[in-house]
């Protein structure tokens, strides 16, 4: 048969299909899994391909174990399978889809999980795209969100109503690290929904790129849902964008028809890098900003240009107590992140601001192990100026309400040495008297 085929065909022709078909590629013998890259996929047959459609968003009725008909990348291929199932393992989760971004992951949540009418309650710190997301676009759809301080549940007792179906938040949150207490969040909503109906009942969706699932799994402290900006810590190495929602098996379907029909699909060549570099050196690279975080931590809060640390390891930070309770890594030892938020001394907030800018200034021109960038769980050390950066879309005097102190610094510690770093840090700040 093939030597037929060899002769009936032209080499141009041989060139475009060669020997691919062959039993050859098989993955189970691979050490590290190929990159699989194929938007498209062979069928077989028609009755083949009609049973992959009619299978897709109905996986949940199919036997663990089976073979996914994969049909397009869009709908599913193996890289981002790979993964997805890594990722729901680190966060002990059911299971897990991925997308393109964080943002992507996080619009799926809302957009799954509400309708016109509904109503969004969160925690007043956010991501600035994720309070873009809210502030945005979804009053347009007649979808309301309440943004109130967490940290304080009674807040959230006073706020929910009838029209509440998702209560959503990032502990600890960006830029400011605020903590918020997990299971009284989930435990108090867990007792508001034993008294409604199943198409009333409130979610929990955390976003827990800070923490990382090795510092922190919220879906074992009661959350529906936990999202991720793989961009970060998980992909940290700072090459790819990507994001998840691990989530319960019966909502995999519906995230994967979201997926399928708004179109933020994670890149298999991004889902590949994710799952053989990013997941696999988690752990170790955590261990190790942690240990340096502190270091890090406990150097700023001795210095006189520096007005107060938040660092959930600090013992002087106002949720640490709290997060010794949920920041835990899989051994059951305190895993306080890789992430610290400080403020800039300043006689008020315009020069603690000035103050900042110029120190930012410094390091991007000088330091040589810290570096002025956005984004964050990067093996560099990464500097921003959330009031004037990430979160510039927020308006001032609502950043200030907000905990987002104009003269505030976020950085996210990496892998170089922590002596190193405290050396620029301790330069930088030398320059305002
Ligand atoms: C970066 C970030 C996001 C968005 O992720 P992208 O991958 O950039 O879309 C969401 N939440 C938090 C907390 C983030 O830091």
Redesign the pocket.
């Known amino acids: 048969m093939k030597d037929k085929k060899d002769k009936k065909y032209t080499m141009e022709t041989h060139l475009i299909y060669g020997r691919a078909f062959t039993e050859k590629w098989d993955y189970n013998h691979h050490v590290v899994p190929p990159i699989s890259s194929s938007t498209t996929f062979r069928l077989d047959s028609v009755e083949r391909g009609a049973k992959g459609f009619s299978e897709f968003g109905n996986t949940c009725f199919l036997p663990d174990g089976e073979k996914p008909i994969y049909i397009y990348d869009r709908l599913g291929e193996p890289n981002k399978e790979i993964l997805e199932e890594n990722l729901a393992l680190a966060e002990m989760g059911e299971t897990a889809v991925t997308f393109a971004?964080?943002?992507?992951a996080?619009s799926a949540i809302f957009g799954v999980l509400t309708q016109s009418g509904d109503e969004i309650i969160c925690h007043k710190t956010l991501?600035g795209?994720?309070f873009s997301l809210l502030n945005n676009w979804y009053p347009r759809y007649n979808i309301g969100v309440k943004k109130i301080d967490m940290t304080n549940l009674e807040n959230l007792k006073n706020s929910i109503t009838d029209k509440t179906r998702v209560v959503y938040f990032?502990s600890p949150s960006?830029p400011n690290l605020e903590i918020i207490d997990i299971t009284a969040v989930t435990n108090f909503v867990k007792e508001v929904n034993s008294k409604r109906d199943e198409k009333s009942q409130i979610k929990v969706a955390v976003?827990n790129?800070?923490a990382t699932p090795f510092c922190q799994r919220p879906i074992s402290l009661g959350v529906d849902f936990v999202i991720h900006?793989?961009?970060?810590n998980i992909g940290g190495f700072g090459t790819d964008?990507?994001?998840v929602i691990i989530c319960p098996k019966k909502y995999r379907d519906v995230f994967m028809l979201y997926r399928k029909d708004f179109g933020a699909v994670l890149g298999s060549k991004s889902a590949w890098t994710i799952v053989v570099y990013g997941l696999t050196s988690l752990p170790l690279r955590l261990q190790k900003e942690i240990k340096s975080a502190g270091k890090v931590a406990e150097f700023l809060s001795n210095h006189p240009a520096i007005s107060y640390v938040n660092y959930p390891g600090l013992p002087s930070f106002k949720f640490h107590e709290l997060a010794k309770k949920q920041m835990i890594d899989y051994e059951g030892n305190f895993a306080p992140g890789n992430m610290l938020y400080f403020g800039i001394k300043g006689k008020d907030p315009e020069e603690g601001k000035a103050n900042g800018k110029k120190i930012m200034d410094f390091i991007a021109e000088n330091s040589y192990t810290i570096t002025l960038a956005v984004?964050?769980g990067h093996i560099r050390t990464l500097v921003e100026h959330p009031g004037s950066m990430t979160h510039s879309m927020i308006p001032a005097e609502e950043q200030l309400r907000d905990g987002i102190d104009p003269a505030g610094i976020r950085m996210s510690v990496g892998l170089e040495n922590p002596d190193d770093i405290i050396t620029d840090l301790s330069e930088a700040l030398s320059i305002i008297g």
């Open positions: 971004t964080g943002m992507g996080i991501y795209c994720t990032e960006n976003d790129t800070f900006s793989l961009t970060k964008m990507g994001g984004s964050l």
